[in-house]
């Protein structure tokens, strides 16, 4: 494993003093959003869509020429609503493939992991909120005059969002469940 980093940092190293003195291999921005949650349980019903946001700094970083790249944020999310409301941080990182249609529109898709660390915990008794959530994001956008990018995105949760555990009128009636939280994303992103 080590060798595999050491090999991706001297080609990162080499692309970089390679590059053109005026192409920027790191661009920072601003991306926002909404969410458009719902919590899927494994057994028993589901929630409604739910709408919340977010909002964050992001990195770029792209390789000139290639159109490959990785795009990165921490933004502040809000999932779901009432008891059921995620308040967290979210890191997605993404591996990003652009397809420029001259230089002022290109078509991107990108997938990677994302990271969710929720600060809200539920008020009901027996529920437990995840408070550190893993998942899978597959996207795609538009880039547009350089510095706006629009894109629509899904996570898909590898764990639980929520569990549960209750007790029933006797000590034999043990009831437990999980639910997931699966989210669809509309951003809107500004590249300095």
């Known amino acids: 494993m080590k060798k595999i980093f050491s090999i991706l940092l ?7 003093l390679a590059a053109p003195a005026q192409a920027q291999l790191v661009k920072w921005g601003v991306k926002g959003g909404l969410n458009m949650a719902k919590l899927d349980f494994k057994d028993g019903p589901s929630s409604d869509n739910t709408t919340g946001f977010f909002i964050g700094p992001m990195a770029e970083i792209t390789i000139p020429v290639v159109g490959l790249g990785v795009d990165a944020a921490v933004m502040y999310s809000q999932r779901g609503e009432d008891d059921w409301k995620q308040q967290g941080v979210e890191i997605p990182v993404n591996l990003k493939y652009t397809i420029g249609l001259g230089s002022m529109f290109g078509i991107y898709v990108a997938a990677g992991p994302d990271f969710y660390f929720n600060f809200k915990d539920t008020e009901w008794a027996g529920w437990d909120t995840k408070t550190t959530q893993v998942g899978l994001n597959i996207g795609a956008g538009f880039k547009l005059i350089k510095h706006l990018q629009l894109g629509v995105n899904y996570q898909i949760p ?5 569990s549960w555990k209750n007790v029933g009128d006797t000590l034999v009636d043990e009831i437990s469940g ?11 992103a500004y590249i300095f």
Do not use: E, I, P
Request: positive net charge; proline residues 0%.
């Open 178 to 188: 999980n639910g997931k939280t699966k989210t669809w994303q509309v951003s809107l």
């Open 10 to 16: 001297v080609a990162v190293c080499c692309l970089t």
């Open 158 to 162: 590898l764990g639980d969002s929520f």
